[in-house]
């Protein structure tokens, strides 16, 4: 069933390096086209296209089935389990106080030259979209990994949009913590049909200026296909978790390690890069024999046979080339000194270091934000954060001294460029005087 087998680094056909390498990036290219008509649908129709959706499902709905309602959130709050309540709460505190930590000084200025003064100021996003998953799992967690940092930047609304279950409910804990991390507005839709609603506005939903979150290969197609219309955080689709780990590692862990990030999707992805051969033989076998009593089997059948590996390093160099080379969204190092590693890690979305950080305290409560990016783009996108929820536009003042003595430098270089009135709107202001 399992078709894991140890390969080695060194013996890599440049093919399966690169089948390595593009994990599911490339499906989220494959279904390209099939999304786009979803969303060129939703911008010309609004409500109709996700309505006919959900059609499919519950007969008569209307576009007030679609808005979780005050009553509706406040009865999922009160009815969930205090104790995982709890759970919120703490993960919710962890989360505010990371992000917190993340706001820095605000505006500034410096004296650039004498007599010209520049700076930047910082304003919050007006309105953003939360996705928060809920097809083949529910993401309570990422509402407060996407609702919080939005709050703690300033943004004023922050609506989110989720899939409902069957007969247009929302799961009651993800409207728990909406209501506790403080969204203004919940929308049961989910899939591309929401992505393109907070795109382009409906006659429910409304147009927001980004788009956050996480989702499947269809979630993110959507959002990279409406970038632009608004802005989008990172390419977060399928999760994948590259573990780094060599003798030290225990190979129990290192397994259920590897198997938790598989069981998200089909489509997700997880790597053992080991420098010690009885640990990876260990692993797999553990994984054969595990596997049969495990929930999720279609899921991680496809993840693990189609999207994963257990690869053997010559060494730690060669380990640490292949890690920035992959730029998994989750980077586990499980190694005896994993602080001498950290710093020649150039590329990955979140990293947990030594043998008591596992994936999931991030994924969930440790404080640092799990929306993170996948299919190598950690090589020029981070994580979620405040910064995420905040514009900067920048401000200059100059005294007529300080225009002075950039003048000829302006004229010339706006003469190069073949552009003289530029060249005039600083050479005027010196006629009269
Ligand atoms: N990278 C990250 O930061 C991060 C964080 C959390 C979760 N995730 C990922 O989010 C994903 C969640 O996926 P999910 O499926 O559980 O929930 P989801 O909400 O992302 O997707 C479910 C929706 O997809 C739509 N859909 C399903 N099949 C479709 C098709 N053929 N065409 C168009 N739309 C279709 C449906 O509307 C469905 O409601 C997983 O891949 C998980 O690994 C990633
Ligand atoms: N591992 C996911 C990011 O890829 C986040 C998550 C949420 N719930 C469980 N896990
Ligand atoms: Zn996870």
Known sequence: MITLALESIRNLSPERRQAIMKRSSLDVTAVLDDIKKIVQEVRQHGDRIALD????????????????????IRAAYESIDPKLLDALKLAAANIEKFHRAQLDRGMWA?????????????????????YIPGGLAKYPSTVLMTIIPARVAGVSEII???????????????????HLAGATNIYKIGGPWAVASMAYGTETVPQVDKIVGPGN?????????????????????????LILADESAEARLV???????????????????????????????????????LPRQEILKSAINHHSAVLLAHDLDEAIDFVNHYAPEH???????????????????????GMYAPVPVGDYASGTNHVLPTGRTARMFSGLSVDDFIKKPTFQHLTKEGLKSLKDAVVRLAEAEGLPIHARAVAERFRYV
């Not at 959507?222 to 955080?233: P, R």
């Not at 938790?260 to 260990?282: I, K, M, N």
């Open 53 to 72: 959706f959900h059609r499919q499902y519950k007969d008569d709905i209307s576009s007030a089935d679609l808005v979780a309602s005050e009553a509706e």
């Open 160 to 178: 989110a949009c989720t899939p409902p279950d069957q007969g247009m409910t929302a799961n009651p804990t993800t409207l728990a913590a909406a």
């Open 217 to 241: 290969k269809y979630v993110t197609a959507a959002k990279l296909l409406v970038f632009g219309e608004v802005g989008i955080d990172s390419p977060a689709g399928p999760s994948e978790a």
């Open 255 to 293: 397994a259920i390690d590897f198997l938790s990030q598989a069981e998200h999707d089909p489509d997700a992805a997880a790597v053992l890069v080991t420098t010690w051969e009885p640990l990876a033989h260990r692993v797999i076998d553990l994984i054969k024999e595990e596997f049969h009593n």
């Open 110 to 130: 410096i004296e650039v030259q004498p007599g010209i003064l520049a700076g930047r100021l910082q304003r919050p996003l007006d309105r953003v979209g939360c």
């Open 331 to 353: 980077l586990q190092i499980i190694t005896r000194e994993p602080f001498a590693v950290l710093p020649r890690i150039r590329h990955a979305g979140s990293i947990f270091l």
